[in-house]
């Protein structure tokens, strides 16, 4: 099954995140809250924040930070109640975009989220109108010249539902998200080291764009993306 410059694409997204540190903390806060409130402080118990935390080690978060997150979640401290909202819409050559959000305050985020898809050339949809084109699902992604036999043989055994191997050679394990834990510790176990591993919603059928359009496709992203209520940012297009 071949791709597009899927490898160029995730490297970019990084990239951006990697720049801007202090929003990465801010929305893994958020993130930590969020999943400690719904299913408790035990890690063992709560595959959602194990996940968070995870994520936030990786970022470099301290671990008094952590605590604190957990603590304020689970009622130990007095903290905001947030809470998670998703927006759909259309960005450029009717690309799909999918924005979650954690807000204290539904009307602020989404008046900043439709002024930014309509000021960069995109349409705020309603709810499901682009989210049939996607897939919840844990996504491991290898850089190119990684073993596609050992990947496809590890992953599979582990209860991956997929190995995808792109054109730019890259290697895509996908998986359900129930699955996420048990191949992410085969890979790791095998010494495997993804550069990307998360549960994320990916698109069935990419849009690719090129020039000025994948420019203008950008910039909506990255405005949506610095929106202090933004989570997450999905969408469709192959940026080239």
Request: aromatic share 4%.
């Amino acid at each position: 099954m071949a791709g597009h410059s899927k490898w160029a694409n995730i490297q970019h997204r990084k990239g951006r995140q990697d720049e801007k540190r202090g929003k990465v903390w801010t929305r893994l806060t958020r993130e930590i809250i969020v999943a400690a409130r719904q299913g408790g402080g035990d890690i063992a118990m709560n595959p959602r924040l194990r996940l968070a935390i995870e994520k936030a080690k990786g970022a470099n978060m301290p671990a008094d930070n952590i605590k604190r997150n957990v603590d304020k979640a689970t009622g130990n401290l007095d903290g905001v109640t947030y809470e998670e909202v998703r927006y759909e819409g259309y960005g450029i050559g009717g690309a799909a975009v999918i924005v979650d959000c954690m807000t204290d305050n539904r009307v602020r985020t989404v008046a900043e989220v439709r002024h930014a898809f309509s000021k960069h050339g995109g349409n705020l949809g309603t709810e499901g109108s682009v989210a049939f084109q996607f897939k919840h699902v844990g996504q491991f992604l290898f850089a190119p010249g990684v073993s596609e036999d050992k990947v496809m043989e590890v992953a599979l055994e582990a209860g991956a539902d997929d190995v995808v191997t792109h054109e730019d050679q890259s290697i895509e394990v996908l998986s359900s998200p129930t699955e996420f834990e048990a191949v992410q510790k085969a890979l790791e176990a095998a010494g495997l080291k993804p550069e990307v591993a998360e549960v994320t919603m990916r698109a069935d059928t990419p849009i690719e764009l090129t020039g000025e359009d994948a420019a203008r496709m950008q910039k909506l992203l990255d405005v949506l993306e610095d929106l202090d209520d933004t989570q997450d940012v999905f969408h469709n297009a192959e940026l080239n």
